[in-house]
């Protein structure tokens, strides 16, 4: 018993010997410096700003720059959320997502939620144009230019052969948040293709990054602006070309893809709510160039999206002043 | 990490076949031969008939049914009272707690910078709390890996992560713990929850991922839920199998003693199944970690954000610095629970002196991790993690140029062994399942399952196929079937071989055992993006990911199996002048029979469990439905079929595995 008093006493010493240096040698305490991490949701009514982020790189350097906006100027308390695309739209319905700022078509989305259940606005266009269709690495295009109109895929078919496509040619489809026609456009222009579907970006984009790296032969479906063409230019395929309503019959597409006019879709709710954020995400648009140049920072360069959207900012004052005079 | 239960016919000690059942064995294994020429021939004369094909944008009329009842859920869920009195409280609970976690350990607070308890105050508490539970090598071992997470430029990151795992891992147990000692009592309970458990475990989270948003909103909720219902299974299997395995002549003492029902749980059955029952929580706890970058997607905080945006520019080495942090995270928790598993028993051996003083070091131990926290929550230095995180950049560097240099050197070597696989194994084994008509392999399937599982395996096998043919998604079913089969030989191939290896020499076992532990944790993703430059977009890629994944967890059975084979029998063969390769083939081998079903099992039901992410690298067929189901809202419907497709397919293999393993045993 003795004893066990006797070690106690000691532990007790022990412990408030450590105490203290550990508090003798201090440093600065929490709370001492208020200077910026408290102050910037001081001015504007701008208030909380739900702004989804979409996977992909396009769609961050949008993000990144009306966030930046909204906080530095209009002062506003940015919160990103990650989404896919789906679940963002969802959350304009919950009240959890204010805005969307670069919609990819989605006419299912479209009807869902803004014809029927009427909890989200059309935001009008981001300025920029998306391209989808098939592209093939740039070496290719450079040794076989006649590649890039679809009536010659056919004689080139067999050089396109893999383990997967069957004794055909290979049609690399697929990030499965695209839709895709593919397979109904190899069948109904006749094509000796099978599409095989490599089931995300980052299997795409390998694919044709060792495709030009080792001068293999693949052709696959993509997309434009897209971070990937500043590393390799890849080249679009001429498909016959788009004409309205070409692809109303999903079984009997024959056309290529329209381009698309990417836009921006909002609540409903925060289209009412009188926040200056909202007046940013409406009047917001640029060029593609402007947006792989962001995206290029934040890809290649391996910037935060915060500081490429500080460094596109300050270099383009104009530009942002007209979003939001 | 999936479902590693311990079943309890695992490494029963088999005595040497009698001739009689050698026969036997012999015209079972005639019979499956049997049916298989006969599926051949017929395969031959009907090729390409009634094989059920559906295109990837065709949808069957269940999956249009299954689109417009989420839709109606989402139209209604402002109005509709299950929402506004049940859903929204459970969220509102969840919510608070996870953000109580994260202000304590992870976010600013309310006007605080910085959470309420700093790095040094986490290292701290995790320390102690490590030694108090289990030892002081493996608190060494928590102090060091936490340290690290924050020298990786990660802590903040991780902290969420530990916040939600702490969180759902809690929840979890909440409800797995009484829900495992019920099943564990009651035989009938156990019979109605596993077909559940089952289900919850092999469901791809991607399936149900949407509409959990849609009940629970976008926030932390729906991610500590998703975690939850993958990750609570094994907690109440492995509590029901601990209860199950007292003994009964303990139970019987304590009734004839007088003990009541609820005497006999608390003073008997809890606490000699807690051991076991704390195996569970490990189970919970590695599971839960599997689903963080999963969990990411709807924007749950952490260390899985991290990996999903390195990845959209295909950053391999950030990528791989952020699930180093989880494998680290993952090696910390697992340990730590498993020496608390053992350490009462430790305890118990060795009645030192040390014992007596455990009390006032565990007080003073305390007492320190106080003054940790208390300075943590005070000075700045002590609550953000000092430095700019210079191993991480190491980290990433390196990671870098590893797969830089794997890429350009090895490409050429694995396109040829690509190649001769899928031609030679993958292609006519897939043709086979495809081409055939539904029937005739859906009869094939049910034979069997008679022949290896018997009767109740043939009936369970019967259902499943009938329902796989429900789910409009026959033909997809069947390709994957296919690479699963593939993935599971090549699983099994490796496991005997390493299994043995380790379950040989101690040494081998200690040297190998945190690799495997690494690939059941690392994300997917990050080895597979450098796997895509070896061998481009293809079903075999699928295979080597779900290989990477499942194999670890057969090594681990069979070595386990290897080493319970009694030394003395060991001994006898090698004084009998058997040489090393006998030994392994006639002895060690034959007697770990249970373990190697076992592994064949758990095998099959990991790679089913990477069909998901087979289907993002190139497997297409089931894997790539779910993930488009997940994407594109008019294809949720046939997502959820290819879900179901999945757990039929799991369940399929788990009944005839299961019933096979107890006929060999037997």
Known sequence: ?325 | MTVAVEKPEKTKPVEPPAPVEEARKVSRSMMVGAILVVWLVLFLVLRGKQTLALAAADLTDLHRWFNDVNDSIGANRNSNPLFLYFFNEIRLVIDTLVTFVQELISQPSADRPVPQIGWLGVVGIAGYVSWAVGNWRVALLAVAGFTFLGLQGLWQESMDTLALTVSAVFVALLFAIPLGVWAGLSDRFNRVITPFLDFMQTMPTFVYLAPLTLFFLIGPASATIATVIYAAPPAIRITAHAIRSVPATTVEAADSLGATRRQALLKVLLPMSKRTVVMGVNQTIMAALAMVTIAALIDAPGLGKTVVQALQTLDVGTAFNAGLAIVVMAIVLDRVTTAASAREEAARRSKNRFLAWRRPLLAAGAAVTAVLAYLSHTYLWAAEFPGEGGTGSTIRSTADSVTTWVQDNLSGLTNAFRDVLTNSLLNPFQALLTDSPWWLVGGALIALGVVLGGRRAGVTTAVCVGLLVGTGVWSDGMTTLASTLVATVLVMLLGVVFGVWMGRSALVDRLIRPTLDAAQVMPPFVYLVPFLALFGATRFTAIVAAVVYAAPVAMKIIADGVRNVPATTVEAATSAGCNTWQIITKVQLPMARGALTLATNQGLIYVLSMVVVGGLVGAGALGYDVVAGFSQGQLFGKGLAAGLAIVLLGVMFDRITQAAARRTSA
Request: proline share 4%; glycine share 8%; net charge negative.
């Open chain 1, 1 to 325: 018993m003795a004893r066990q008093a006797r070690q106690w006493r000691v532990g007790a010493a022990g412990i408030a010997v450590l105490g203290l240096t550990l508090t003798a040698c201090g440093g600065a305490k929490v709370g001492d410096s208020s200077s910026d991490a408290g102050g910037s949701g001081s001015s504007g009514k701008c208030g909380t700003f739900n702004l989804a982020v979409n996977p992909w790189v396009g769609y961050e350097a949008n993000a990144a720059v009306i966030a930046y906006v909204a906080e530095k100027d209009l002062g506003c308390k940015v919160t990103k959320k990650d989404l896919k695309e789906e679940i963002a739209w969802q959350g304009f319905g919950t009240g959890e997502v204010d805005a969307v700022v670069e919609n990819w078509g989605h006419d299912d989305l479209k009807k869902k939620y803004i014809t029927d259940q009427k909890t989200a606005l059309d935001a009008g266009p981001t300025g920029n144009e998306g391209l989808i269709g098939w592209y093939v690495p740039p070496w290719l295009a450079k040794e076989h230019p006649d590649i890039l109109d679809w009536n010659n895929l056919n004689k080139y078919a067999a050089e396109f052969k893999t383990s997967e496509s069957g004794g055909k040619g290979q049609l690399l489809d697929g990030d499965p948040s695209f839709v895709t026609n593919d397979e109904a456009l190899v069948k109904n222009l006749k094509l000796d293709y099978k599409v095989v579907y490599a089931g995300s970006e980052t299997a795409l984009i390998q694919a044709f990054r060792k495709a030009e790296k080792n001068k293999e032969w693949v052709i696959g479906y993509f997309y434009e602006p897209q971070w990937f063409m500043s590393e390799v230019p890849l080249e679009k395929v001429k498909l016959p070309e788009y004409k309205a309503g070409c692809d109303a019959d999903a079984e009997k597409v024959d056309c290529d893809y329209p381009v698309y006019k990417l836009d921006k879709i909002v609540s409903k709710k925060f289209s009412e709510s009188g926040s200056p954020a909202y007046d940013l995400v409406k009047n917001f648009s640029w060029t593609n160039d402007d947006q792989n140049v962001v995206a290029k920072y934040i890809a290649v360069d391996k910037m935060t999206p915060e500081a490429a959207a500080e460094k596109w900012v300050e270099a383009n004052r104009d530009k942002v002043e007209a979003w939001i005079k």
